[in-house]
């Protein structure tokens, strides 16, 4: 989650630029009414001053040919620290003779009359740049509000920084001393190239994901914003102390310097979005790779007007103005549109995706439903139906005596407290069975503690010792081998307990390479009753019948021996085998 300090930060830094950037309307707004060149010039300590390239070509100076960076020698014969005696001297439309230099070092003079400043001309000039600040740091702020990872926290800082550029304009701005205060230069303007830098070569190396390279190396980040911070404190030193020859001197190189640095964490950044899109797209979620594409988009042309504007400003490459502001002002708030709709889409594929598992495990819980009401009936068939058939013909048949008058009332009585006694041990079974019947998902339990459950069940309530031996890897076998062992063991121990009357019984499981082999052995009666035996049917023969289905069911197969000194039940199941239909 993003630290609450961050956003706290951004929002110090904005109303501390903000506040800057009004003053210095503000202080343009005073200026109205007032005469000027028809130009923006700016201060260079080691030319001079000259024109600036942020100027709209419809104003007066532009008009009459004065073209970006062109360099004023004099105004009237006289030197440039008295230029705003002149326009202060004399009336507004009074001509004026500019002495110059051009950018390719021809001199040349210009006459020009003193213009007005209008409301007009702050508008489409400084307003429109300040406009370009509130634009970034608006949405460099609603990045940050909604950001989700380091990527979206750093790239809100980087359109605040950017918009600091223009902000600087309205601050610094004057129609007759433009950037000729060096304090304003040196705290504001100087350290943007090597913060952006710094941010940029932060958010190179770790989004979309933290590469290898910041664990093994975790000095590198500090390293960066240590550079960038460096390089920004220097150039600004050289700026206000710019009087001085040494540190004039420093100028161009600090400048240069800090434009590299800048430039370097542009690239950075574009390659390592470019690397993941086109070598590392397995590795990446389809939103990411999206919002990758829509950030790599946004940022390019972010970064070919930030760079074109510092270009221009500082390396003295001409650019339109009208095209500077009309960019730079739609750019940033079509960058948070598109990654809100990103943002959007991804949303409502996570509730697609969240939906299909909801269905899948609604599928699941049917099959489990399904599966767990078929193991009931096979529960109830394999015990109590058998034994509620054996009563009800034991019923019938003693009905038939009693009509036929063959049974004596001494014979009745006992026939009765028998069957009533089957009846009990009837409804005792059918209330095991309904307890014992739970759901059991071996897809996420194991076969032995299952077993186990049930035998401490078993000789917590009945007089029969029941002992689990389990040997092998028997958690490895698939989970339908692993559900019919447990089913045919439920089946086996249920006829022990109905019908052996045994007083000890052994559960064997064993896992080989091949098998899962299941023993139930028991020292009971051993007897399988037939029909011709005893009029009841014969209760067990339906149990085993069940049994034996849901071994052949896996290809195993399942035996019964019965004899004199108790029963033995084996079943044998293949590991891995497919279950057929």
């Not at 009074?94 to 409301?119: E, H, K, S």
């Not at 503690?449 to 092998?472: E, F, K």
């Amino acid at each position: 989650m993003r630290p609450r300090w961050q956003l706290r930060l951004y929002e110090w830094l904005w109303a501390i630029l903000l506040a800057a950037g009004l003053a210095g309307l503000a202080r343009l707004w005073s200026a109205l009414g007032k005469g000027f060149g028809g130009f923006i010039w700016q201060y260079d300590n080691n030319h001079g001053h000259s024109v600036s390239f942020e100027v709209p070509r419809h104003w007066p100076g532009p008009q009459a040919g004065l073209t970006p960076h062109t360099r004023i020698t004099a105004i009237d014969g006289r030197p440039p620290g008295h230029f705003p005696d002149v326009y202060a001297e004399k009336p507004i439309g009074a001509p004026i003779i500019y002495d110059m230099v051009r950018a390719n070092g021809r001199a040349d003079r210009v006459c020009l009359p003193i213009a007005r400043f209008t409301p007009g001309y702050l508008a489409e000039g400084y307003g429109m740049v300040f406009l370009v600040g509130l634009t970034f740091s608006g949405a460099g702020y609603l990045l940050l509000r909604s950001a989700r990872d380091t990527g979206r926290t750093l790239l809100g800082f980087v359109m605040l920084i950017s918009a600091n550029t223009a902000l600087y304009h309205g601050h610094n701005g004057n129609i007759n001393r433009f950037y000729n205060r060096p304090i304003f230069a040196a705290i504001m303007g100087a350290p943007t190239n090597g913060v952006l830098g710094a941010l940029l070569l932060h958010l190179a190396l770790v989004y979309p994901r933290p590469l290898p390279l910041i664990k093994q190396h975790p000095w590198i980040i500090p390293f960066g914003y240590t550079t960038g911070l460096s390089l920004g404190s220097v150039f600004g030193a050289a700026l206000y102390y710019g009087a001085h020859r040494q540190f004039a001197r420093l100028q161009p190189p600090t400048q240069v310097a800090s434009i590299a640095f800048l430039t370097i964490g542009v690239v950075a950044t574009l390659m390592r979005g470019a690397w993941e899109l086109l070598w590392q797209q397995d590795a990446l979620s389809a939103t990411e790779r999206r919002q990758i594409r829509i950030m790599a988009v946004a940022w390019t042309l972010a970064a070919m007007v930030l760079l074109g504007a510092l270009g221009a400003a500082n390396l003295r490459v001409t650019v339109p103005f009208e095209l500077f502001p009309t960019v730079a002002t739609v750019l940033p708030i079509g960058l948070v549109y598109a990654i809100f709709n990103a943002d959007l889409i991804a949303e409502l594929e996570e509730q697609s995706e969240l939906r299909g598992q909801l269905l899948s495990q609604l599928d699941e819980l049917k099959q489990l439903r399904e599966r767990a009401l078929e193991d009931f009936a096979d529960e109830l068939h394999d015990s109590a139906l058998a034994d509620s058939k054996a009563l009800e013909m034991r019923l019938y048949t003693l009905l038939r005596q009693t009509t036929e008058g063959r049974i004596e009332g001494a014979a009745l009585r006992n026939a009765l407290a028998e069957l009533h006694g089957q009846g009990v041990a009837l409804g005792r079974a059918l209330r095991l069975t309904i307890e014992g019947v739970k759901s059991v998902d071996f897809s996420d339990e194991t076969l032995v503690p299952a077993l186990q459950s049930i035998v401490s069940q078993l000789n917590a309530t009945n007089t029969t010792a029941y002992t689990l031996v389990c040997r092998g890897p028997i958690e490895t076998a698939s989970v339908a081998t692993k559900e019919a062992i447990y089913w045919i063991a439920r089946a086996a121990l249920n006829n022990v307990r109905d019908h052996a009357e045994a007083s000890r019984c052994v559960i064997e499981l064993d896992c080989t390479d091949t098998n899962l082999v299941l023993i139930v052995s028991d020292n009971g009666r051993g007897s399988l009753p037939t029909d011709a035996a005893t009029s009841e049917m014969p209760r067990r023969h339906l149990g085993i019948m069940a049994m034996r289905a849901r071994a052949t069911r896996l290809h195993g197969w399942l035996d019964v021996n019965a004899g004199q000194f108790g029963t033995r039940v084996v079943a044998r199941i293949p590991l891995d085998q497919l279950e057929t239909n």
